[in-house]
């Protein structure tokens, strides 16, 4: 359900920069504003709605505590610092994906992002927040071969290469025409030349 919210999400967002000609800064802008406003506007009855263990971990089991919240950056510099380092790196995040939108499609953003987790999963091991695997060298490496396909720089090239250009320049074999016709052939310029000569000194 949430590749289908984001897929959609991408589509229209393509849709209304290139329709109005927004301009990458300008549309996320108002993007911040109103996810601020709505996601803020929701905080509220989010607070006083009790959930299970399985969707809450929050002391008092609230879907949203966002006092809590507030009183861990209150006690904590490292989230705080966090918080603004979030902030900051969506911010770029957005510009770049809707400046990619605009100037290609939505298609290639998504592409280009699906690259993204591999730079986190190498900070990751380099930071030593998680353990490595090899299953993760193959499904990058399939993920690396897949945005090479898309972008037309492996098998394409190499088929148009070898197969289709030697299809297109290969000389076709003459063809037997019907009746007396004679089979198609480059013209007898020797013969022109001498009938030219003829016709000149008669």
């Known amino acids: 359900m949430a590749q289908i919210i984001v897929a959609i999400q991408m589509c229209y967002e393509e849709r209304f920069v290139l329709k109005h000609n927004v301009p990458p800064l300008q549309a996320v ?21 009790h959930a299970d ?18 009183c861990q950056m209150g006690n904590s510099k490292i989230i705080v610092i966090a918080m ?14 809707i400046s990619v939108t605009k100037e290609m499609n939505a298609t290639t953003r998504m592409v280009l992002d699906s690259v993204r987790t591999l730079i986190i999963w190498a ?14 060298i193959i499904g990058f490496v399939l993920l690396i071969i897949g945005t090479c396909i898309y972008n037309d720089l492996l098998i394409g090239p190499f088929f ?39 016709l000149i000194n008669s």
Not at 53 to 70: I, K, V
Not at 84 to 97: E, H, K, L, V, Y
């Open 84 to 97: 603004i380092g979030n902030i900051i790196s969506i911010a770029f995040f957005n510009f770049s994906g």
């Open 123 to 136: 900070v990751g091991l380099i930071a030593t927040w998680e353990k490595f695997q090899y299953l993760q």
């Open 29 to 49: 802008g108002w993007e911040g504003f109103f996810g601020f406003f709505i996601l803020s506007t929701l905080l509220i009855p989010f607070y006083f709605i």
């Open 160 to 198: 148009r290469h070898r197969y289709m250009l030697r299809w297109i320049f290969t000389p076709e074999e003459p063809t037997q025409l019907r009746g007396t016709e004679k089979l198609l052939g480059p013209p007898d310029y020797e013969d022109s030349i001498n009938e030219h000569s003829r």
């Open 53 to 70: 263990q399985m969707f809450s971990h929050s002391p008092q089991y609230r879907l949203e505590d966002a006092l809590d919240a507030f």
